[in-house]
């Protein structure tokens, strides 16, 4: 089975451009959750989705977006681009919203965003 | 304030050595702990996932630990190898794990294993 993919891998972009990040999921997995990590904060959570619907937000701002589609595959966008977000961006793929003990979370390779 | 708090930062250590990485938690009500290894360049992939009631779980030649009274995990790395060199990042869930935005992770400790 195939992992989870996501492109690109790397991204150069310039303040306030805007980019699009794309996630597949490992077929079957309904849930795809995005993470941003830096060297300083670690992995932030960004936001989670299931079957199409955005259930869980974390603490960034509106620039910040994201979307599921009916295939399970995700995209995230970020407008108007800060220095600040030059970082590893990481999405997970679950086969449930349920983060129990008897479930776990599949990690793409990540896309390395770079803004200049 | 991180909820999830790992040492060391980085340790170095030589081929053929253990070691041993902690994380401490204040995350309250606790569900459940995961320990996390991420190679330079690639997403992070599960070691192993404990739940509150669990004191030891083993993988391969990683072993992690749980003492949920004291909130401290310790992750034991056996004869480490070259391929162990990577981040090792300790999360923990809520009680309430409905939504995989209620994971807290700890910043990681950097582990170089050298020759």
């Known amino acids: 089975k195939a992992g989870v993919t996501q492109t690109p891998r790397y991204l150069i972009k310039t303040r306030g451009q805007q980019v699009t990040l794309s996630c597949s999921p490992i077929s079957g997995h309904r849930s795809v959750s995005w993470y941003q990590q830096t060297p300083g904060q670690g992995l932030q959570f960004l936001f989670e989705y299931f079957s199409e619907t955005q259930r869980n937000k974390g603490n960034f701002p509106g620039r910040f977006s994201g979307r599921q589609f009916s295939n399970s595959r995700s995209e995230m966008n970020v407008s108007t681009l800060e220095l600040g977000d030059s970082a590893l961006y990481l999405c997970?793929?679950?086969?449930?919203?349920?983060?129990?003990?008897?479930?776990?979370?599949?990690f793409g390779p990540g896309t390395r965003l770079t803004v200049l | 304030k991180n909820q999830v708090e790992q040492s060391p930062q980085s340790l170095i250590i030589l081929e053929g050595k253990n070691c041993t990485l902690q994380?401490?938690?204040?995350?309250?009500?606790?569900?459940?702990l995961r320990w996390y290894k991420q190679d330079t360049g690639r997403g992070p992939v599960s070691l192993t996932i404990m739940t509150f009631s669990e004191n030891t779980k083993s993988n391969g030649r990683y072993t992690a630990t749980l003492d949920a009274d004291t909130k401290q995990s310790s992750l034991h790395i056996t004869a480490s190898q070259l391929s162990d060199s990577a981040s090792y990042i300790c999360?923990?869930?809520?009680?309430?794990?409905?939504?995989?935005?209620?994971?807290?992770f700890g910043a990681g400790t950097q582990v170089v294993v050298t020759p």
């Open positions: 997970a793929s679950s086969p449930t919203d349920l983060a129990g003990a008897y479930n776990e979370q599949f």
């Open positions: 994380c401490n938690y204040t995350v309250s009500p606790f569900s459940n």
């Open positions: 999360v923990v869930s809520v009680e309430t794990t409905d939504s995989w935005g209620k994971l807290q």
